[in-house]
């Protein structure tokens, strides 16, 4: 820790260096900076300690003020049953929990808040949701209580806002007030302007009128000051927090903007030479709140974040009261069910155990894949995958599809190059395009201003305005997100926006077979071997009851009449087969090399069973395709090359290079490793242009490894953070056109770039040569943004309707 320097009492009034309130005569000045109080000098104490000085150099002032009477008691997270309420996950080393902290404003918070583990080793992770306001962290409960991290949190500044009226209910995320806020007093102002502008529009000239529209010119800088320092704050601050990291970013020409229409506004009223152009600046300021509005109105309601009424096509069984088991959509779980999770399922709720022996691995979680064993009675998180057999637990709080897909965007999941070409030309444009304008706006004013200095003005002016890349800004959330929830309403629920991005770029397509392109609903069943006692056919059932694989899913349901009974031991082999101790019985079920020892042969797909070291016999499997794979395969032929990757014998083998093609890649008996294997060396192959579609089983680790893994969900409990889209196979017929929608949207985004470019081609080629006035500059740049989210919404709703996909 740096030496402390005396502290000394000064007498001029100044700014708290922390928070930026002002200061008393006597406030407290240390290591040459001023502070309010021994609060916020104590943070910047803790801060300059940790090594965490960028803090203040994001933005000026940025903490919250620590004056006495805001100090908050956390000695109530001490407590065992809010801390249960409290917590998301723990196994009494590790926990996770979420905090609101309305603090939170800028890049410095959401900086600061991201490096906690410097502060206190710990923490061991932390991220933001900057627009919710929600910080969520995992620590370490042997170095950290949850008492402590509340205390830790509040003496920085962020303390954490805790409702507990909230903690027992599940309600949709409160909108952000604010931005409507903004919008109300732009909008207010905007059509007060408008009225108050009517001498200028009028054209009025008396000597009484012209007092008036002098008078009405004041009364517009009144109403305009607010519209600029707190309606287009957030462009403002963005814009000077890039400038100060050395980041040109697109808000930067959008405040340019801004403040030049104010700029001239303010000088041709003050000096009476002009009626100024509020009227168009509070204009441009309320669209572009409008579309900032709607932006986030599509990401909330109707876009990835899954409103709680879009859930994913998952499926999860219950035990009703007579006994049997019920598949039930996720929203449908309640609090008490008795949830029934077999073998590799996600756990979707909070849920007490009470049958079975749960053993847990929570790395979707905490990143870490040690399995935790849990006894009767205990509580089990939602997240956790169960890995040993079928467990039976009671609901103890209903699932929330937010924290779904929380899991679902969780780092460990997410994939490098997430960002497209259309997203990284929308930055470059932002971040090239002010110098260029800001260059063709002084050339402008250097050429003009020998000769007329109003005209200079004028065309410098408008320069600035005219030019302006709002509307490259607003194409992308626009139209990918009418896109995602376009794709929604028809079963295909994408990650976030970059997976549309890279449906363009996916040259070739991998399928699993066994529950992927066959239809596990329409498989054929046959038993070849010596007769099952009925005990035997207990047994077997009670075996492929802990799994969730589509064959043992189906020899289940051919051993219907039979009952289940106690299970002493379960193990799963992915890609091999699974075993069992029954009644004292060992009991093994898979395929022929796990079971014989012996290279399986090319005829239909088996299961042989095994009973105490016998072979008894095999069931034998035929798979039907799903109806309209060949049509859809035929579609494809000119666009992808196609490999199909199965644990299956390759019985199927020539139907499905007749359906493939010639050139495609057959490859059979493979395991969950040699899947994964296979698609890194196709990525290589390819550059990186791969696409599987599997059903999350056995092909988890080959789904997170491609470009673009996608899951076919039947009414099972599959569901996989490591892949980017869910796709509700009553739609698997449907995808070519969902993808070629995706694909075409990206279209749409680069026409609006087009139109985009050439309006400020055109603006410009008017705005140089002075024949265009700021205040038709000012009416176009708003106008320009309005058509090109018009557009994007229109072209891509237009082209869902002309693709068939409008409704379902």
Known sequence: MKSLSPILKTTPKTSCFHCGEDCEADHIRFEGHDFCCEGCKMVYQILRHHDLGKYYQLNQAAGATQKAGQKTTYTYLDDSTIRDQLLQFTDGKTSKVEFRLPQIHCSSCLWLLEHLYKIHPGVQRSTVNFLQKKATILYSEEQISLRQLGELLASIGYPPEINFEDLSTTSKPKPNRRIYYQMGLAGFAFGNIMLLSFPEYLGLSSETEIAFARFFGYLNIILSLPVVFYSGQDYLKSAWFGLRQGYLNMDVPISLGILALFSRSLFEILTHTGAGYLDSLTGLVFFLLVGKWFQQKTFHQLSFERDYRSYFPIAVNIREADGKEQAIP??????????????????????????????IDYSFVTGESVPVRHPIGEKIYAGGRQIEGTIELRVLRKVTQSYLTQLWNNDAFQKKSEQGAATHLADRVGRYFTVIILSIATLTLLYWLPTDLNRAINAFTAVLIIACPCAVALSI??????????????GFYLKNIGVIEKLNRIRHIVFDKTGTITDPQALHLSWEGSALSPTERTWLKTLVDQSNHPLSRRIRQQLNDSQITAIKHFEEHPGHGIEGVIAGHAIRLGSATYILGEEPGSGPSEVLVEIDGKYRGRFQFRHPFRQGFRDMIHGWRSQYRFSLISGDQDHARAALQDILGPEATLRFRQKPQDKLDYIQQLKQETNGNVMMLGDGLNDAGALQSSDLGIVIAEDTNNFTPACDAILDAKSFTALPRLMAFGQQSLKVVYFAYAIAAIYNVIGLSFAVRGALSPVIAAILMPLSSLTIVLLSLGLSSWLAYRMGLRKK
Do not use: C, M
Not at 334 to 345: A, Y
Not at 477 to 488: A, K, Q, S
């Open 330 to 359: 996720l929203d449908q779980l309640q609090t008490g069910d008795t949830l029934v999770v077999r073998s590799n399922e996600i756990i979707p709720a909070d849920a007490e155990i009470i049958k079975g022996k749960a053993v």
């Open 477 to 490: 959330p626009f139209t990918f997100g009418n896109v995602i929830r376009l794709l929604g309403r028809q």
